[in-house]
């Protein structure tokens, strides 16, 4: 069955750190790839897509991803974060062949120290 | 451009009472989907409307409706509530498929008591 993994639920780094967050999928073939960031309370919002092409996605926020297709991953790093970037992060695919389902990771916390 | 709008934002309901809830996507977006948003289950997916029609449906009781109006409007209705309906329902856009890029709105929270 089609699956999405975050395998940390919460990750804590110090401002100014570099971070990298760990998506893993199960899928037979190359799905659309997302993450959305998620502030308390607030609906999602997109930080990056991979669709096709480049394996490595910039997004918002000076975020990027990068697709690896033999390791069925799009980890999302940062190479300094910031005290705002404190929120949840959600990747997700979307099955090309499946009716266009989408399915979501449980999410990764992301706390930042000052 | 204006977002995605959901009303109500917060609403208290009791148990076997009914709901509904309303999204209106962004202009020119035809795509909404419905999320639910739980502590233990996650984002699942509830269904998705285009142009008016049901395209999709996650594994929800029937209980969960929805309808979309021809200016792309949706609501979705949850009738005899329980307990375990409490959630953050999230609204989502995109222009013609899921899998293109959606926009949420910034969600319904229902508490049923």
């Known amino acids: 069955a089609q699956s999405v993994t975050q395998p940390d639920i919460h990750i804590t780094v110090s401002e100014g750190a570099s971070l990298e967050l760990r998506c893993n999928y199960s899928?037979?073939?190359?799905?659309?790839l997302f993450w959305y960031v998620q502030s308390p309370g607030q609906g999602l919002q997109l930080l990056l897509k991979y669709f096709s092409g480049d394996t490595l996605v910039q997004g918002i926020k000076g975020f990027e991803a990068e697709f690896k297709r033999s390791q069925s991953s799009f980890n999302l790093r940062k190479p300094s974060v910031h005290w705002s970037d404190a929120a949840e992060y959600f990747c997700?695919?979307?099955?090309?062949?499946?009716?266009?389902?989408?399915?979501f990771g449980k999410g990764t916390r992301l706390h930042i120290l000052p | 451009k204006a977002g995605v709008t959901q009303t109500p934002r917060y609403l208290i309901k009791t148990r076997g009472q009914q709901v509904t809830l309303s999204c209106s996507p962004i202009?020119?977006?035809?795509?909404v989907s419905w999320y639910q948003q739980t502590p233990g289950q996650g984002l699942q997916f509830l269904f998705e409307y285009f142009s008016e029609t049901q395209r999709n449906k996650g594994n929800f009781p029937g209980r969960f409706s929805g309808r979309q109006f021809s200016n792309s409007r949706s609501e979705m209705n949850v009738s005899t509530l329980e307990l375990g309906d409490s959630a953050l329902y999230l609204c989502?856009?995109?222009?013609?498929?899921?899998?293109?890029?959606?926009?949420f709105g910034p969600g319904t929270r229902l508490l049923v008591l």
């Open positions: 202009s020119g977006h035809r795509s």
């Open positions: 899928y037979g073939a190359t799905p659309y």
């Open positions: 997700a695919v979307g099955l090309r062949d499946r009716d266009d389902k989408i399915i």
């Open positions: 989502a856009s995109s222009s013609l498929k899921r899998t293109e890029t959606q926009y």
